[in-house]
C-alpha cells in the first residue's frame, strides 16, 4: 500500500455549513472531507478500469452507431480484453477443425481466435488470453461447473505442441512487438474443481498438475514471443479453493520447473476473482484482505515485482430470481445501488495498490454495446483518475446511520494542475432511500489567487433508466418469470434476462429508445474567485447510493 508523507497538514479550513435535514423517514449522513494536494502519491493511480471480460470470445463484435455514447466508443478506458478458457475445454471453444475427433491431435483451427484478436485491436484494445485445455487432449472427462472439460491434458508435450503452434500464429498474423504487448494466463480460477482438477480429485494431485500445466504453457510462450512475456494466474481466492492458491507462488519463486527441470517459473502478475453474494450478503472478506494475502506470500518468497487484479466480480446473485436462476448475467444490479458499490470497490483498490478490476458489462448489452448504466458512469468519469495521484483526504464524520457508509478519493494531476474528486454514499441495503452531504474542504497550493472552473457530474438515479424499466414492468405486467435469469440485472438486451417474447418487443420497439434518452451525463459547470491560499468548498447533496464526481482546473 502507498504511503503519504508525515507533514502536518496547514491550511486554513471553511466551517462546517448547517446540514439541512430531510423529513423525519429519511436517514441522513454528513461528513466533511479534508483534502490536501501538497500530500501526494508516490505513483499515479493508474487506470483501475483497463480490463473487460469476454465469456466467448466468438461472440465480440464491434460498436454499431447505436451503440455509441454521442458519436464515440463507449469504453475507450478499455486497455485490455480477457479472453475467459479461450484455447479449450469444451466443443465451442476448441480450437479444431474437428473436435471431437481424438485420433487427430494437431487439425487446428486458430481463425476464431485470431479474429477476435484483430477485433480486439480494432476497438483500441489489447487481448488477454487465458489458455485452458482443449477437451480431446483428455482421453478421460468430466464436464464441470461451466459445461467445461476440468480434467489436465494426458500429454504435455502435445499440449506444448499445440500452445507454441498458436503462439506462432499470433506472432505471424499480429508481429513479435505486438504480441509481446499482449497478457496471457493458465485457466481460469485455477484453484476451483469446476474448472480444473486431477483425475483422482485430490488437492494435492490437482496442484501439482496445474503447476506443470502453468510450466509449459509459461515455457511454450515464451519458446515463441519471447522470454520477456507478460503471464499470470487467475485465482478463485475470495472463496475456499481446493488447494491453496498461494502455493502457486511458491511454486514459482523456488519450485521445480515441471518442463525445464530448472528453479521456479516466470509469472507477473496475480488475478483474483471478488464476488459478493448479492446485495446485502458481503464477501467473507473485503478485497483488500483477499489481495493482500496473495501479496505477502509473493513478497515472502522473494516475488516483490508482480502486479494484482480483479481479474472478475461485483455481485452473484440478485434479490430477485427469474424462471431459471438468480444469477445476474452481468454480474451487477440495475439499480443505482451498483454506482456506489463500484465507486467504494475503486477507493479500496486505490488505497490497497490493486491495478485493475476487471468487469463483465457496462452496459444493457455488454462492454461495447447498449445502454450505459450507472456502473459504466462510474467507470468512465474514474477512469480520468488514471494519471493523477492520491492526494491525501481525512474524514469527519458528523452523523452517519449504522451501515451508512460517505467516503472519498482525491486524485491531482501537477503538470495539468486539475484536481479530481470523487465522494459516494453506500449502503448495502438494496432499498435503502437516505440522503447524505459531503463537506469538501480542499488545499491546493498551486490554485492559489487562480480563478478556478469547477464542474461535477453526479451518478445518481436521474441517469439512470433502471427505475424507469421497473415502473414500466410494473405498469406493463412483466413479472420476474419473464426473465430466465435474475430480473435485477441491467442486461435487458439478453434473452438470459428477458426472455419474454412480447415483453422484448414491447422494450426494443417503444421503452428501449427512451431509456436510451434517460441515461446521458450532463455536467454542470461554474467558476470560482481566487483563493489567496489555493482552498475552496464543495458542498455535495447525495441521494441514496449516489457518486459524485468534481474536476477543478484553473479558468482559462
Known amino acids: 500500500m502507498r504511503r503519504f508523507p508525515k507533514r502536518i497538514i496547514c491550511c486554513v479550513l471553511f466551517l462546517l455549513s448547517a446540514v439541512f435535514l430531510r423529513p423525519a423517514a429519511a436517514q441522513t449522513a454528513s461528513a466533511v472531507f479534508h483534502v490536501d494536494a501538497a500530500e501526494l502519491a508516490d505513483e499515479p493511480i493508474g487506470n483501475k478500469l483497463s480490463n473487460v471480460n469476454v465469456w466467448m470470445f466468438q461472440s465480440l463484435s464491434l460498436p454499431n452507431e447505436r451503440d455509441r455514447a454521442d458519436g464515440a466508443d463507449l469504453t475507450p478506458f478499455v486497455e485490455y480484453l480477457q479472453f475467459m478458457q479461450a484455447t479449450g475445454s469444451s466443443p465451442d471453444r476448441d480450437l479444431f477443425k474437428d473436435p471431437a475427433n481424438a485420433e487427430i491431435l494437431d487439425d487446428y483451427d486458430f481463425e476464431p481466435l485470431l479474429n477476435a484478436c484483430a477485433k480486439t485491436l480494432a476497438l483500441g484494445a489489447r487481448p488477454h488470453i487465458k489458455f485452458s485445455v482443449p477437451s480431446k487432449y483428455s482421453s478421460t472427462r468430466q464436464m464441470g461447473d461451466f459445461r467445461t472439460n476440468v480434467f489436465p491434458p494426458d500429454d504435455c508435450e502435445v499440449y506444448e505442441t499445440f500452445v507454441r503452434a498458436l503462439a506462432r500464429a499470433l506472432v505471424e498474423r499480429f508481429g513479435r512487438d505486438e504480441v509481446l504487448s499482449w497478457r496471457f494466463g493458465v485457466l481460469t480460477e485455477f484453484d476451483n474443481p469446476g474448472w480444473f482438477k486431477a483425475e483422482s480429485g485430490t488437492p494435492e494431485d490437482s496442484r501439482e498438475a496445474y503447476f506443470k500445466l502453468y510450466d509449459y504453457t509459461v515455457d511454450a510462450l515464451a519458446a515463441e514471443i519471447g522470454p520477456n512475456i507478460c503471464v499470470g494466474a487467475h485465482a478463485m481466492a475470495c472463496s475456499e479453493g481446493l488447494w491453496d492458491e498461494r502455493d502457486l507462488l511458491d511454486h514459482c519463486a523456488a519450485g521445480r520447473n515441471y518442463k525445464t527441470g530448472g528453479v521456479g517459473t516466470r509469472i507477473r502478475f496475480m488475478g483474483v476473482s471478488f464476488y459478493d453474494k448479492k446485495p446485502g450478503v458481503p464477501a467473507k472478506d473485503p478485497l483488500p484482505v ?120 482525491a486524485g491531482y494531476e501537477p503538470d495539468a494542475r486539475t484536481l479530481r474528486l470523487m465522494a459516494y454514499h453506500f449502503k448495502d441495503d438494496y432499498d435503502y432511500a437516505g440522503s447524505a452531504r459531503a463537506s469538501l474542504k480542499i488545499s491546493v497550493p498551486d490554485f492559489a489567487g487562480k480563478k478556478l472552473r469547477v464542474t461535477s457530474w453526479t451518478v445518481d438515479d436521474g441517469v439512470n433508466f433502471f427505475p424507469e424499466w421497473e415502473k414500466d414492468r410494473e405498469k406493463f405486467g412483466i413479472g420476474d418469470d419473464d426473465f430466465r435469469w435474475s430480473p435485477d440485472d441491467p442486461g435487458i438486451d439478453s434473452p438470459l434476462t428477458l426472455a419474454d417474447p412480447d415483453a422484448r418487443a414491447l422494450y426494443e420497439k417503444e421503452l428501449r429508445p427512451r431509456y436510451a434518452r434517460i441515461a446521458r451525463l450532463i455536467p454542470k459547470e461554474e467558476e470560482l474567485p481566487p483563493s489567496p491560499d489555493g482552498t475552496l468548498l464543495l458542498e455535495a447533496e447525495l441521494g441514496p447510493q449516489a457518486v459524485v464526481f468534481y474536476e477543478i482546473a484553473e479558468a482559462e
Open 290 to 409: 483477499v489481495v493482500g494475502r496473495l501479496r505477502a506470500r509473493a513478497e515472502e518468497v522473494g516475488l516483490t515485482d508482480l502486479f494484482y487484479g480483479v481479474d472478475e466480480g461485483r455481485i452473484l446473485y440478485g434479490v430477485h430470481s427469474g424462471a431459471a436462476a438468480d444469477d445476474l448475467l452481468q454480474r451487477m444490479v440495475g439499480r443505482t445501488y451498483q454506482a456506489a458499490f463500484d465507486a467504494r470497490l475503486l477507493k479500496q483498490a486505490v488505497d490497497a495498490d490493486i491495478d485493475y478490476i476487471s468487469s463483465w458489462s457496462y452496459s444493457s448489452s455488454g462492454a461495447y454495446h447498449g445502454i450505459p448504466t450507472v456502473s459504466y458512469f462510474v467507470a468512465r468519469l474514474f477512469s480520468e483518475f488514471r494519471g493523477a495521484f492520491a492526494a491525501r483526504v481525512e474524514r469527519e464524520t458528523e452523523s452517519a446511520p449504522e451501515g451508512v457508509e460517505l467516503d472519498a478519493v
